[in-house]
């Protein structure tokens, strides 16, 4: 049985990727620095390992076919990409592993490309841009070189699952049980979402079919490219009543800036939620065949239940 780590197993990525090849059939590890299981994973086997400690890093990950790179520091431990990133790359050499990672759009920079497919180039514009972009810049190295092979799908903003961090539970579904809908950006603009399930399937697709794939691939996930007033039709209808729409307070947020670290980081990445762009793939289906695309309605549902948040669906299952 094919054995993979998952790394950043605690968090919401790593939960749901973890279970989507647990569902597949592979032997799943779930990686943590407490080493314990996390919840819903049952079938996987909690291991205890820390990413900024290469030694520990290799232990925790001895024998696996597969690492699954789902770490994920908070916007402002950003520092801590990079070197996680070189320990993980010594912990599939050491092991002869396959490296997977969720890629994301902020290689590109402002102004964003309204279609970004995998021949766009990299323009980074931010400190976040510029670690990623280096990140990717190591992965490639080390695969050129014949060391650790790698498979980049890149993905926009996250939903579903369980957990909070997501622009999706943070800011758009955060009063909705108050009866409102917060846009972090203008309503009509196109935003590229990655529905989490659907992800996590193409990453085991993507395992799959191995032979396709170079020593190095970095491949576009399309998922939803929906503006606010999708979303919040979708959310109307999962909770069965009309939503007022508001804004999320931008202002506030950078006249305190200089004074809260956290919303510094935050207003650094504010462009992505005023200039409209989607990711397109000219490869991913040939390779996995169908792309995972859960309909807009039923994923913002789950979405919603995920967090806690009644559906017109769970209230049918408890009547």
């Not at 049985?1 to 569902?23: H, P, S």
């Not at 590890?29 to 390992?49: C, Q």
């Not at 060391?147 to 369980?162: K, N, P």
Request: hydrophobic share 45%.
């Amino acid at each position: 049985m094919t054995k993979i780590a998952i790394l950043g197993a605690n968090g919401r990525l790593g939960r749901v990727v973890a279970k989507a090849f647990i569902d597949a059939g592979f032997d799943v590890r779930a990686v943590t620095r407490s080493g314990k299981l996390p919840a819903g994973l049952k079938g996987a086997t909690a291991i205890a390992g820390d990413a900024l400690d290469r030694e520990t890093l290799i232990r925790a990950t001895q024998g696996v076919d597969i690492i699954f790179n789902g770490l994920n520091p908070i916007y402002t431990d950003w520092g801590k990409c990079l070197p996680m990133a070189e320990n993980v790359m010594a912990a599939c050499h050491a092991n002869g592993a396959l490296h997977l990672f969720p890629g994301t759009v902020y290689n590109y920079g402002s102004p964003m490309p309204a279609v970004i497919t995998e021949d766009t180039p990299f323009h980074p514009t931010t400190e976040k841009g510029r670690i990623r972009c280096a990140m990717e810049a190591l992965f490639r190295s080390e695969a050129d070189a014949g060391r650790v092979r790698t498979i980049v799908l890149r993905a926009g903003d996250f939903f579903g699952g369980t957990g909070s961090g997501s622009w999706f539970d943070l800011i758009v579904a955060a009063k909705i049980a108050k009866g409102v809908y917060t846009a972090p950006g203008p309503a009509d603009l196109v935003h590229e979402w990655a529905y989490l399930p659907d992800f996590a399937v193409g990453f085991v697709a993507l395992v799959k079919n191995l032979d396709k794939l170079g020593s190095y691939e970095a491949l576009n996930f399309p998922g939803h490219a929906v503006t606010d007033l999708e979303i919040k039709a979708a959310a109307e209808k999962a909770v069965g009543r009309p939503l007022k729409m508001t804004s999320m307070p931008w202002w506030v947020l950078r006249a305190g800036s200089p004074f809260v670290a956290m919303w510094r980081e935050i207003v650094s990445m504010s462009y992505l939620r005023f200039e409209p762009h989607r990711l397109a793939s000219t490869r991913l289906e040939a390779i996995i065949g169908e792309i995972p695309h859960t309909p807009l309605d039923q994923a913002v549902a789950e979405a919603l239940e995920d967090i806690g948040i009644a559906t017109a669906g769970t209230l049918a299952k408890t009547a």
